[in-house]
């Protein structure tokens, strides 16, 4: 027969249950909330941009109309006509200076200025310049006409005019001695978001274009693209039998096959984007998320073995130790190094006062920090404290 003593601790645990579930939920709706929150002030900004744009070309357009103001351009021999305002919107480009009183070039008999150059995207450069929305027109073109538009717009000097496009199709191979970039490779349609070695002679790139590209170093030519995602690519990594994996906005990480170019497989358990990739020791992987949770996957039977819970924001990076333990940061500004064996936090190490960005390891049992309030920290992983605040960014 049970005791009155009995039934209180069956109660206590229940309640327990119930209190930690509640916990759960309520830290979801309040995450939610804030995504909700931040989506909605997004969209006022977007709308006040979107505001702010159209008296720009209102103005642009009354500027157009001035009398006198017509010039007609011979690109490779086909005929464009605009205005001196519309080549003159922006600083320091090749028509800028073309029709500068100082260095100005003499027109044709017909009164036409020439332009020794192919005329194929121009006038996409010309709608860009009038301050159209030309996005949905970029990304109809093909990879080959996106390479001639970004050399098109070096060749004008029009890097501030197409800045979103160049910085979007552009990754960089820089010389770490002399600073200097000594290779840049086209080929992607929005931001890069993450690289991984894949051998000596190449790399892979992830962008918010939903692809992944692997590319030869020594020549920078894209050598495969990989596309099966749903949503924006924003992690990478890399198993060790010639596998990439990659997580994505659409919440979940597919695992590919480098040798024959496919997706081998996906795996589903996070309920938001995928920011962070690590393996551990033994081949298995490690997954952040913006819904707060690490997960461990096996590799070989493709399913989630355990959730680690304690951040209370996005987890944005992962690296791991030399002893095998586990090292997550995220929006909450806090470091956690876990024991992926007991699957407990071990430590929390506190000190950035803004979201911890990215992570990597020292030989010497020190662990590296970068953080959104503008700093670099080292961390003595023994003694859990910072040792070291780099400033400068």
Not at 232 to 259: A, C, E, M, P, Q
Not at 320 to 333: A, E, I, K, M
Not at 357 to 365: G, Q
Request: charged share 25%.
């Amino acid at each position: 027969m049970r005791t009155i003593s009995d039934l209180f601790g069956s109660l206590k645990i229940q309640l327990n249950d119930f209190i930690q579930q509640l916990e759960i939920e309520v830290q979801y709706i309040v995450e939610e909330e804030k995504e909700r929150v931040n989506q909605e002030m997004s969209e006022e900004r977007k709308e006040i941009d979107d505001k702010r744009k159209k008296l720009e070309e209102l103005e642009k357009k009354c500027n157009n109309t001035i009398v006198g103001n017509r010039v007609k351009l011979d690109i490779g021999g086909t005929l464009f006509s605009t205005t001196i305002s519309t080549l003159t919107s922006f600083k320091n480009t090749f028509f800028s200076v073309m029709l500068s009183k100082e260095i100005g070039m003499n027109p044709e008999a017909d009164g036409s200025y020439f332009v020794d150059r192919e005329a194929n995207d121009f006038s996409l450069i010309l709608s860009r310049l009038r301050g159209e929305d030309i996005e949905g027109k970029i990304k109809s073109l093909s990879d080959e006409r996106k390479k001639q538009l970004l050399d098109d717009v070096k060749f004008y000097c029009l890097q501030d005019a197409f800045s979103e496009f160049v910085r979007e199709m552009t990754l960089k191979k820089w010389n770490l001695m002399e600073g200097s970039c000594i290779e840049t490779l086209t080929g992607h349609s929005k931001h890069v978001s993450s690289l991984v070695k894949h051998s000596d002679r190449r790399i892979a790139s992830c962008s918010d274009d939903k692809t992944i590209r692997i590319w030869d170093t020594t020549n920078g030519s894209c050598v495969a693209t990989f596309k099966g995602h749903d949503y924006h690519v924003r992690s990478l990594t890399t198993l060790n039998d010639d596998r990439l994996v990659s997580g994505s906005g659409d919440g979940t990480i597919k695992i590919w096959d480098l040798t024959s170019k496919q997706c081998v497989a996906t795996l589903i358990g996070h309920n938001k984007c995928v920011r962070s990739l690590t393996t551990l020791n033994d081949g298995v992987l490690v997954s952040g998320s913006l819904d707060s949770t690490i997960k461990i996957w096996s590799v070989t039977s493709k399913q989630c073995i355990a959730t680690l819970m304690g951040h209370n924001d996005c987890v944005t990076s992962l690296t791991t130790l030399d002893d095998g333990r586990l090292v997550s940061g995220s929006y909450d500004s806090t470091i956690k190094i876990w024991n992926v064996t007991s699957r407990k936090c071990i430590a929390t190490l506190r000190g950035h006062s803004d979201f911890v960005t990215s992570l990597t390891t020292l030989n010497d049992d020190r662990l590296v920090s970068g953080s959104g309030d503008g700093t670099i920290k080292i961390w003595d992983v023994t003694s859990k404290q910072c040792i070291a605040t780099l400033r400068g960014h």
